[in-house]
């Protein structure tokens, strides 16, 4: 996905207020994923500023980009939006509807449909490009906790297309988070 693919657009919101309404548009798929609305801040603000998310009215210190159902697939337990800030194209998140902010505070339900909704996600990419299936490879990975890498404070799983030559040596996939301890093969 390139850079121009993302776009925002200002409106003046139904109280004359100025809002921001975002889009991302996949440049393989053409699909168009809107993004949450949000009343001139950056979700990325260096400034914590308390907010509630508008779908369970927990307290956040940043507005959530994940309350608001993704815009490739959302059901009553999970939705499914393009990565804002894709690894590759087509780098989807996968992501409870209810705001919890780790996978091991989801119940059983949203557990089995989060896999289920996964699985049909990649199934359908690999079909809409007619891949084969020597070329149908994924990294699936979650980060959970700060340590662990995870920036956004609600549960969500990555699905990474994977392509001959996107990296020089894609052997140990996952095991890269740890770089020195990735290579035990040598």
């Known amino acids: 996905m390139t850079s121009d693919a993302y776009r925002t657009v200002t409106n003046l919101g139904p109280d004359s207020s100025r809002m921001q309404q975002a889009y991302i548009t996949n ?6 994923t809107h ?14 500023e308390k907010t509630s998310c508008w779908r369970c009215g927990g307290t956040m210190t940043k507005p959530c980009p994940f309350c608001e159902k993704g815009g490739l697939y959302a059901d009553d337990l999970v939705s499914v939006r393009y990565d804002l800030y894709p690894v590759a194209d087509g780098h989807m998140l996968v992501t409870p509807n209810r705001h919890v902010s780790s996978l091991l505070e989801l119940r ?5 449909r989060i896999h289920q909704v996964s699985l049909k996600m990649i ?3 690999d079909a809409r490009l007619s891949r084969k299936p ?4 994924w990294n699936i990975g979650v980060n959970i906790g700060k340590d662990a890498g995870q920036t956004v404070p609600h549960a969500h799983v990555h699905l990474i297309p994977r392509t001959p030559g996107d990296v020089a040596d ?3 996939g996952v095991r890269w988070v740890v770089g020195s301890k990735a290579k035990y093969w040598n």
């Open 27 to 32: 440049q393989t798929t053409g699909i168009r």
């Open 35 to 48: 993004l949450p609305r949000q009343r001139n801040r950056s979700i990325h603000a260096d400034t914590p």
């Open 108 to 112: 059983e339900d949203e557990c089995a």
């Open 123 to 125: 199934r359908e990419y």
């Open 134 to 137: 020597d070329q149908r490879n």
């Open 170 to 172: 894609p052997r140990g």
